[in-house]
């Protein structure tokens, strides 16, 4: 597909046109190659930095976080020392605090679709790009706008709007106005679409299995969508579509329909370039993860992304070796002179559509004073605070317990509810402060007697090691009469802090007829909220009373308890389906 940069999204004049051209041809073959790839920094130091420009010659970076001010002084090298501006991207999924650790959050994406209104999204797009515009970012890796339609999808739980479409389009736009107003290029992912399959590709392959005419109807109407408002950019994710291979080629082998995306010329070049028409820039996702870098041999893997339609491809492994591969590929004939030149030409017309060609070194960042300036600002974390209290979401009320207060309910037990516990999170010591510890501060500002309940675990992990071999043996005992429980609380409120990026489901204590399950739900009124994902009624269809509240940030917690008591009201909507759909769920 010839690229059109006279054409939305790069809209170039003809000094544009020939600084793209004239940048080509004054290339080396190794400093083409270079331009295809985005590193992923080990370190800041200067001498780091420079090294990777000097001797991988990449077309741009995705960083680790960091605070502003270093990530501030990151991009100026880099871009200071770069023979070719660089495409510097960050990933503002929730606000500016995807550039920097001290920049703004200002909600996840579901948070944001649950105050079922645009302006929030527009706001997110609007901070996002202002903070990551001061720092030297000019490229962002969202919105993401999969489609959320299977509670169990361990990846968008919470970073995407809905499962509807037209919502999907409409949140869409209006971060990528807001975003774009800081001259930041967006990159919406994850191309064909996420949230069919449950499974997560950075641990297995990922498939989504609609039809041509179901892809056409839903994802394909959001990209299409899209790329007519000017969408400069896509991620494309390593998620196979088989019925769209299957209508390129009825021959096509099962290896191939099953192949991801970011591999699939048939996906890329033929759904995505000829047929849907998309001129713009095709970043691969991360090249470590599983359903990518088990498709394949690695230095198979490289050339074949180029050659199938990716422009970008995201993150070495091992530099020498990447790089090598993906010259070989192009030396072999993988990567064509034609298929080069075209990526080339994207790479090089979104910087030049970005105003980069423009503007000298030096001159590519704002002053570190100004940048400094529009970090964290008290009116657009004002913004969040806003958001938490349109979007807290009472999605199931079976029984008439709201407002709570002392006067009717007194002694509450708090009751800290955990998913899976393993991996990095365990290994760093999961949050410092409980969403539960957090909780009882507040309540007790409102008069309530609170209590925390200590899990069976928790207790036998404070015995000797000699005596809780005895104790778990005996979990099975130590059942207790409902009176006591009757007599000991009038409220519990169980809180379910779980990592949405994991599978999502509740992991239960062993123990039995203690308040870590809540089986009294007609016993003593009981509320669920669940602090993160937003599909646990899956796990407890009992409760009578269920909340999501999408995060457990401060704010957000002190806006649900005004809730409860009765100072606001619930007003936020589900995007998603809440029930998983299931009957139980809802009664």
Not at 203 to 209: A, T
Not at 294 to 318: C, E, H, V, W, Y
Request: glycine residues 8%.
């Amino acid at each position: 597909m010839r690229v059109e940069l006279t054409a939305k999204p790069y809209n170039l004049d003809t000094e544009g046109i020939k600084w793209v051209k004239d940048t080509i041809a004054d290339m080396t073959i190794e400093e083409k190659i270079g331009q295809l790839f985005i590193n992923m920094g080990s370190e800041r130091t200067e001498e780091y930095l420079t090294g990777v420009l000097n001797n991988y010659h990449i077309g741009g970076v995705r960083y680790n976080p960091g605070m502003a001010e270093e990530v501030y002084e990151q991009n100026k090298i880099l871009q200071e020392n770069s023979k070719i501006p660089l495409l510097i991207a960050a990933n503002t999924e929730a606000g500016g605090n995807g550039a920097c650790k001290d920049g703004t959050y200002v909600g996840v994406e579901v948070k944001i679709a649950a105050t079922n209104d645009t302006k929030y999204a527009y706001e997110m797009g609007r901070v996002s790009g202002v903070e990551a515009a001061a720092i030297g970012c000019n490229w962002s890796f969202a919105p993401i706008v999969d489609i959320n339609r299977n509670w169990r999808n361990p990846i968008i739980a919470t970073r995407t709007w809905s499962g509807d479409v037209d919502k999907t389009i409409a949140l869409s736009l209006a971060y990528m106005k807001g975003i774009q107003e800081s001259g930041i290029a967006p990159a919406a992912k994850h191309f064909p679409g996420d949230g069919i399959d449950e499974r997560d590709q950075h641990l297995s392959f990922s498939v989504n299995p609609y039809s041509t005419e179901e892809w056409d109807a839903t994802f394909g109407k959001v990209y299409g969508t899209l790329f007519d408002a000017g969408l400069p950019s896509i991620m494309a994710g390593h998620i196979s579509l088989p019925e769209y291979v299957k209508h390129f080629n009825p021959e096509a082998t099962v290896q191939d329909q099953i192949l991801p995306a970011t591999l699939n010329k048939y996906i890329l070049t033929d759904l995505l370039r000829d047929k849907m028409g998309f001129n713009g820039l095709v970043v691969t996702d991360a090249s470590h993860m599983v359903a990518m870098t088990s498709a394949m041999k690695r230095q198979d893997m490289l050339p074949t992304a180029i050659a199938a339609g990716s422009d970008l491809f995201l993150f070495f492994n091992d530099p020498d070796e990447d790089f090598q591969w993906m010259l070989d590929g192009y030396n072999n004939g993988i990567i064509t002179d034609e298929r080069l030149e075209e990526a080339l030409t994207r790479i090089l017309g979104t910087k030049a559509a970005l105003g980069l060609h423009k503007k000298a070194k030096t001159e590519i960042l704002p002053s570190k004073e100004e940048a400094m300036a529009k970090i964290g600002l008290a009116e657009n974390k004002a913004i969040a605070v806003e958001v938490a209290d349109k979007a807290i979401t009472l999605v199931k009320n079976n029984q008439n317990i709201f407002p709570i207060s002392p006067e009717k309910t007194k002694r509450v037990l708090l009751v800290n509810v955990e998913g899976h516990k393993g991996g990095f999170g365990a290994m760093i010591g999961g949050e410092a402060v409980r969403p539960v510890d957090t909780l009882k501060g507040i309540l007790e500002a409102e008069g309530f007697e609170v209590s925390i309940w200590e899990s069976t675990e928790e207790r036998i992990n404070k015995l000797p090691e000699e005596e809780r071999a005895a104790a778990v043996a005996n979990v099975y005992a130590q059942k207790r009469p409902i009176k006591e429980l009757i007599a000991a609380y009038d409220l519990i409120i169980n809180v379910a802090s779980v990592q949405p990026n994991t599978d999502q489901r509740i992991q239960w204590p062993a123990s039995k007829g203690t308040p870590d399950i809540p089986f009294y739900v007609h016993e003593i009124p009981t509320i669920f909220v669940s602090v993160q994902a937003p599909n646990h009624l899956a796990d407890v269809p009992q409760v009578q009373t269920y909340i999501n509240t999408y995060d457990s940030k401060d704010f957000t917690l002190q806006a649900l308890v005004n809730k409860m008591v009765g100072r606001s009201e619930f007003t936020g909507i589900s995007p998603v389906d809440a029930f998983c759909g299931f009957l139980d769920t809802r009664y």
